[in-house]
């Protein structure tokens, strides 16, 4: 946290000092969405991948939402799980075509280190139309597992980004399919229905759970690929309970139990997908909450990266939601007094927090789609 705002003190001098007076700056700086320098990565992708590689992402998680879940948490800020992380940086979120992006376009810069269009999934869209290769996809050629886990519908744009191509993000019949038939992660956890089926993943060989009881009894040395289609829909809110259904961090344990059984390693997505709604709903409660099951889910992948020599972990968000602004700290067990100012998503940059091999090159300000290079293991040569 501390570095997030040193870097952009320096950001906001910079401003000043150059453009006195520029309309498209005082733009920008008012959104909080900033243009980073384009870093030029190396390209021996996969040479130096590191062998398991875990991205969690808060959709609509911006330092505000951080924030307020540490005030509530720990009655101070910078003390959620990933905050201790060694590198810290931030990431622009706009897209190809907007200053404010959404999912389907964040999680397209992320998995694939192109901006796209709003709504497109992994597609070359602007450009020549054709899907773009996923870091997910990537890594399966190079002989690892893969996961993708979410609090959202299975098939919403966030873990989508990753595993299918599509123009628009409502076509979830066939992202399904995508899934089940083209990309086939071993582990596919997230809410049913939207395109998944018992049924077709059944036919497609995987093995179906829709509980968490049924989850927590499935045999993780011998299982192979596990679809978990946990009720009708997204899953329910943290602060609402969630019943017989699992917990984000029970998924995230699960997928990676199976995952590991491959002796090449591991890519896993795993999403805390409800931080994003309850933003659109300014919905304080139910805000904080899921960022602190999100924050409890990065604790537990901690928790097995530290037996799993070579493991990079990077948590990041795809952009902020509502507007959400700190006004006043209450303390431990207290909700912070806080400010929307707005339902939709918002330019603002976002946090990135970096553990294990290679996450040394989290650090300034990033383009969202560095992360990509990132998480394939590459450095960068030039750029801030
Ligand atoms: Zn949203």
Same mark, same amino acid.
């Given at each position: ?215 927590? $009894? ?7 690929? #596990?679809?978990?289609?946990? =009720? !009708? &829909?997204?899953? +329910?809110?943290? @602060? ?76 990041? $968000? ?7 602004? #700190?006004?006043?700290?209450? =303390? !431990? &067990?207290?909700? +912070?007094?806080? @400010? ?45």
């Amino acid at each position: 946290m501390k570095s997030l705002q040193r870097d952009r003190r320096y950001r906001v001098a910079l401003f000043t000092s150059f453009c006195v007076a520029c309309a498209s700056c005082v733009a920008a700086s008012s959104t909080g969405s900033t243009i980073a320098q384009s870093r030029v990565w190396t390209t021996h992708e996969g040479k130096q991948a590191p062998k398991n590689v875990i991205l969690l992402i808060g959709d609509g998680m911006g330092p505000e939402q951080v924030k307020a879940a540490g005030m509530y948490a720990h009655g101070t800020p910078g003390k959620l799980s990933f905050e201790q992380f060694p590198h810290q940086g931030e990431v622009t979120t706009y897209s190809a075509n907007n200053s404010i992006t959404d999912s389907a376009a964040g999680g397209t810069a992320i998995a694939t280190g192109v901006k796209v269009n709003n709504g497109v999934i992994s597609m070359a869209i602007p450009g020549d139309g054709q899907p773009l290769k996923t870091v997910l996809e990537k890594y399966q050629a190079a002989g690892k597992s893969a996961g993708l886990v979410t609090t959202t519908e299975m098939t919403h744009a966030t873990p989508a980004a990753f595993a299918a191509h599509q123009q628009g993000r409502s076509q979830q019949a066939e992202i399904a399919q995508q899934y089940l038939n083209t990309t086939r992660p071993e582990v596919l956890f997230g809410g049913g229905g939207a395109g998944m089926s018992p049924k077709a993943a059944k036919s497609a060989g995987y093995t179906v759970v829709i509980n968490r009881q049924q989850m927590q $009894a499935l045999d993780t040395e011998t299982v192979t690929r #596990v679809s978990g289609q946990f =009720g !009708q &829909g997204h899953l +329910p809110y943290e @602060s609402d309970g969630v019943g017989d259904l699992p917990h984000l961090r029970e998924m995230a344990k699960t997928a990676l139990n199976i995952l590991d059984n491959d002796p090449d390693g591991l890519f896993l997505m795993i999403e805390g997908g409800r931080i994003d709604h309850a933003g659109h709903e300014n919905h304080l409660q139910r805000n904080v909450m899921e960022t602190l099951q999100f924050a409890e889910t990065v604790a537990e992948v901690f928790k097995w990266a530290e037996n799993n020599p070579d493991t990079l972990i990077i948590v990041t $968000a795809d952009h902020e939601t509502g507007g959400l602004k #700190v006004l006043k700290n209450n =303390g !431990q &067990g207290q909700f +912070p007094q806080v @400010s929307w100012s707005s339902h939709d998503h918002t330019g603002a940059n976002v946090g990135i927090y970096g553990w294990g091999p290679n996450s040394d090159q989290v650090s300034g300000t990033m383009e969202n789609t560095d992360v990509f290079y990132l998480l394939l293991g590459q450095q960068y040569v030039t750029g801030d």
